[in-house]
């Protein structure tokens, strides 16, 4: 019943600090020993990071975009010292 009774607090989105004190453990037993995470919340997370994935693909292009172009111009502040690798460092010195 412990697990059971952490497990569903928690799919209801009950505190962590609240189920602990319920049941007088710390945070940390609650969340480690008694709380089993639903086959659900595995799917979301699945699907979450599946979401993910294909939004970072179709960013790529500009990704590539972006590098390319700092590759080129350089990642420093080049006009006011011309360094493009210490960029505003170089002009506090």
Do not use: W
Not at 49 to 78: Q, T
Request: contains cysteine; positive net charge.
């Amino acid at each position: 019943m412990r697990r059971s009774y952490s497990s569903l607090l928690k799919e209801l989105h009950v505190d962590p600090h609240v189920r602990a004190e319920q049941r007088g453990q710390t945070i940390d037993v609650n969340e480690n020993v008694y709380t089993i995470t639903s086959l659900n919340r595995h799917r979301e997370a699945v699907n979450a990071l599946e979401r993910a994935m294909a939004l970072m693909d179709s960013l790529d292009s500009d990704r590539c975009r972006v590098a390319c172009r700092l590759a080129k111009d350089g990642a420093g502040d080049g006009n006011r010292t011309r360094d493009v690798q210490l960029g505003k460092l170089a002009f506090y010195r």
